[in-house]
T-cell receptor
């Protein structure tokens, strides 16, 4: 079974600085999708960014970008120019492209942004 | 926009009570999921359903059951609530078919925080 590991339970960053959240995963599949979700305090979980495993180019969404290292099974999230609104729990998730529609989530990283 | 709603944001129940958590989505999605979220454990899949009246066990189905009588509604049932079921419960939906893989993401409800005393 696939597993997703987030080794940083908590991270903090100064406003306007850059922070990187780590995620590693274990799979024997070659075709899959990876996601970062954001869950603000008492608010709905929303998708931040996604990466298709067959694409070599790292995904970017405005201030959010990923460093996808397929051979190392690593999928880190970089947040540039951090804002107070970035404070949230961040979850890394994996979904197979061929075997079912369920997702595997990491334990989450709580990001604090200091003004 | 996809909208996934859950019947309660906060719920307090007593040990032994039967508890119903309701989830409704408005995008005609075939797949619906129930997760529980606990600190340090992330989201763990309880049950999912890929069609009306169809259900599959996830990683932690013990103590739970589900019902899907209509496509838009997926209910999670705690037959006899216990204190170790105190948690945040998240519902999600996801379409099937080719379009699903273009979408590639689940849509989540706001969550129900359940406290069992």
């Amino acid at each position: 079974a696939q597993t997703v590991t987030q080794s940083q339970p908590e991270m903090s960053v100064q406003e306007a600085e850059t922070v990187t959240l780590s995620c590693t995963y274990d799979t024997s599949e070659s075709d899959y999708y990876l996601f970062w979700y954001k869950q603000p305090p008492s608010r709905q979980m929303i998708l931040v960014i996604r990466q298709e495993a067959y694409k070599q180019q790292n995904a970017t969404e405005n201030r959010f970008s990923v460093n996808f290292q397929k051979a190392a099974k690593s999928f880190s999230l970089k947040i540039s120019d951090s804002q107070l609104g970035d404070a949230a729990m961040y979850f890394c998730a994996y979904r197979s492209a061929t075997q079912g529609d369920d997702m595997r989530f990491g334990a989450g990283t709580r990001l604090t942004v200091k003004p | 926009d996809v909208k996934v709603t859950q019947s309660s944001r906060y719920l307090v129940k007593r040990t032994g009570e039967k508890v119903f958590l309701e989830c409704v989505q408005d995008m005609d999605h075939e797949n619906m999921f129930w997760y529980r979220q606990d600190p340090g454990l992330g989201l763990r899949l309880i049950y999912f359903s890929y069609d009306v009246k169809m259900k599959e066990k996830g990683d932690i189905p013990e103590g739970y059951s589900v019902s899907r009588e209509k496509k838009e509604r997926f209910s999670l049932i705690l037959e006899s609530a216990s204190t170790n079921q105190t948690s945040m419960y998240l519902c999600a939906s996801f379409p099937s078919g080719v379009f699903a893989y273009q979408q590639e993401t689940q849509y989540f409800g706001p969550g129900t925080r359940l406290l069992v005393l």
